[in-house]
């Protein structure tokens, strides 16, 4: 494919000012389309319109909004097919995964944050004082500038942008350079939905030169990033200068713990979905399994078993189970961490190797799994992104819980019993903003996703990103018509 303008700003189309860049099919290292990558001025112009047109969209009924919402869920509907192929390509899903998981999942989305939009809350207007009534207003902040993510980069997309939009902000995106075919798609479908030029704008271009200047505008409000830790913290210094309201959803590092009750099929199971879903690189997926002595090999030879029947293969087709790494320089850093974890005494029970048979030119790697890695390695303690599965054994509920916690991050987690004592400890212990028990992986639009401690912080999903996108006004009227209120004589008593 040619040249395509890969900015989109004040409603249409735009070349960008900034280098050339290439978008790359993972699965073959073809070029889908190439074109000029954003650079400061894009950014500048992005936030001008979404500036322009913050008035205007604030200013709408939360009605008005939700009806333009529900009607972009529908267009989203009808373009479900064409979306799921663009995921797939772009980000070397198989398309199984984008037609069953992220298009689905970013149209409910939609539709949820149509019904949020309508559903402001605040504590109840009340004569708190007694001389004044008080009420809360929530009012949106401005502009936001978003930065997402290559690993799920449509749900990424409109993670950031739906409720944000929701609560009458007006949004800049940045997507990945790698993968921002999706979320430029997706702002065009809410041009068609009705959603007003300037309200969402996508610059596409690298962090150094797009990204950075996004957070550091005067202009953007609040900053919205997911990604690494590391760039996060560095996001968080740059925004820290102008004083922005900053979330991060950062990286994880999940544990799945199997106690001695658990249904060990169910286990089994769960950890090769939970570990090699979009090839590994979800930062909720399950990276480290703790599992009770009297079953750890049991477990082990079962996922093992499970992991040779996982099929790898072309990302369009349908049969295929596991698609490629992002890129070949990310296949290489998993390749150069798993290698590392075999020389540091660690065995390789399955994977750990480039396959053979897979398409030319695709960043492939085989499900691997671990066992026999120290806790405090590199393999157990920093996030691979890949599609490895650590196994670890453990003796004592207690023990669990502290390696549970065993790790800077603190995104998701799981616990495997079937004790309710243990699975309630377990949900009160370990230290998440997610805890699953007896599963791993699913998401809904209701609940919230976000980390504890160097996972970030902030929510996406659910009424609690909705009202992150808000600011609390407190607003005090006098009702007692005094010129001369009681509490005047605190500071001063005419005499
Ligand atoms: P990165 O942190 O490398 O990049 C994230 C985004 O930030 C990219 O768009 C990147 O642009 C941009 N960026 C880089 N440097 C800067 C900068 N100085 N200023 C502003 N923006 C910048 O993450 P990846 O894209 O590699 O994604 C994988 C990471 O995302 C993993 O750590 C994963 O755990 C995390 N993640 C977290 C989720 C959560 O909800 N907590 C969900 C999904 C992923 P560029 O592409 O040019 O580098």
Request: hydrophobic residues 45%; negative net charge; charged residues 20%.
């Amino acid at each position: 494919m040619g040249a395509q303008e890969l900015q989109f700003i004040d409603g249409a189309r735009r070349t960008g000012s900034g280098a050339a860049l290439s978008v790359l099919a993972p699965a073959d290292g073809d070029v889908i389309v190439s074109g000029a990558g954003a650079d400061a001025s894009d950014v500048n112009t992005a936030v001008a319109a979404a500036r322009a047109a913050f008035p205007q969209w604030a200013g709408a009924t939360p009605g008005a909004r939700s009806d333009i919402m529900h009607e972009w869920a529908r267009v989203l509907r009808g373009r479900a097919a064409e979306f799921a192929a663009m995921e797939s390509r772009n980000a070397g899903k198989p398309i199984r995964l984008a037609s069953e998981f992220d298009v689905p999942g970013t149209i409910d989305n939609t539709a949820f944050f149509a019904g949020a939009a309508r559903n402001l809350e605040g504590k109840a207007a009340a004569e708190y004082s007694g001389d004044h009534t008080s009420s809360i207003r929530r009012e949106p902040l401005g502009v936001i500038g978003s930065i997402a993510p290559w690993n799920y980069p449509l749900q990424m997309a409109a993670w950031k942008i739906l409720p944000a939009v929701a609560a009458g902000n007006t949004v800049v995106l940045k997507p990945s350079e790698l993968t921002p075919l999706t979320s430029l798609l997706f702002a065009e479908t809410a041009i068609a939905a009705g959603v007003p030029a300037g309200v969402i704008n996508i610059v596409t271009g690298t962090g150094a030169a797009a990204g950075q200047a996004l957070v550091e505008h005067p202009e953007v409000a609040m900053v919205s990033f997911t990604g690494s830790t590391g760039v996060g913290r560095r996001v968080a210094a740059a925004a820290a200068g102008s004083v922005k309201r900053v979330h991060l959803e950062l990286g994880g590092k999940a544990p799945f713990v199997v106690f001695d009750d658990a249904d060990i099929e169910a286990a089994a199971r769960g950890a090769v979905a939970g570990s090699l879903i979009n090839t590994g690189q979800d930062c909720t997926a399950a990276t480290r399994a703790y599992v009770q002595r009297p079953l750890f090999d049991e477990f082990v030879s079962r996922v093992a078993d499970l992991m040779d029947q996982v099929r790898l293969g072309p990302v369009e087709d349908p049969e295929t189970d596991l698609g490629p790494l992002i890129s070949l320089p990310h296949r290489d850093k998993v390749s150069d961490l798993v290698d590392r974890a075999r020389e540091a005494g660690a065995k390789i029970v399955r994977g750990g190797r480039i396959p053979d048979h897979t398409p030319a030119g695709g960043a492939y790697y085989e499900p691997t799994l671990i066992i026999g890695a120290a806790q405090d390695s590199e393999i157990v303690q920093q996030e691979v992104f890949g599609p490895v599965l650590v196994v670890l054994p453990f003796d004592t509920d207690d023990e669990a819980i502290a390696l549970a916690n065993d790790t800077p991050y603190g995104l998701a987690a799981s616990a495997w019993s079937s004790n309710v004592f243990r699975t309630q400890r377990a949900s009160r212990e370990i230290q998440a903003g997610c805890v699953w028990i007896n599963d791993h992986i699913p998401i809904i639009s209701e609940m919230p996703h976000g980390g504890y401690r160097a996972s970030g912080f902030g929510k996406d999903m659910s009424t609690y990103a909705f009202d992150e996108y808000t600011n609390i006004k407190h607003v005090m009227s006098d009702i007692t018509g005094l010129a001369h209120k009681p509490w005047h004589d605190v500071i001063f008593r005419p005499r």
